[in-house]
Nanobody, 127 residues
């Protein structure tokens, strides 16, 4: 079993920054890749960013490209999301997810490509 725990959410003014962390633990954690998704009230969950654990290839949603940066620390089994120039429309619960099957990494932009999920952390951006 793999456990994912997010942290770093909070309330920030528009234009500000936050750094989210996702710590992975479990008996044997071996992810092929990990991703961030978000869900705002009344909206569907949407892809934010993803990173391949080995090699570090990254993917971003167009809405966050140039403002958000995804990274990982393999030694710490931790993934990060640096969020800059935040906008009120970035307000959502942000969840991290892990993919352990390389055969499904082509689904990295879809929730169906992931096997484990964290509980989420709230990000609120005030105008």
């Amino acid at each position: 079993q793999v456990q994912l725990v997010e942290s770093g959410g909070g309330l920030v003014q528009a234009g500000g920054s936050l750094r989210l962390s996702c710590a992975a633990s479990g008996r044997t954690f071996s992810a092929y890749g990990m991703g961030w998704f978000r869900q705002a009230p009344g909206k569907e969950r949407e892809f934010v960013a993803a990173i391949r654990w080995s090699g570090g290839g990254t993917y971003y949603a167009d809405s966050v490209k140039g403002r958000f940066t995804i990274s990982r620390d393999n030694a710490k089994n931790t993934m990060y999301l640096q969020m800059n120039s935040l906008k009120p429309e970035d307000t959502a619960v942000y969840c991290c997810a892990a993919n352990v099957a390389s055969s499904r990494w082509y689904l990295a932009r879809s929730a169906s490509g992931y096997d484990y999920w964290g509980q989420g952390t709230q990000v609120t951006v005030s105008s």
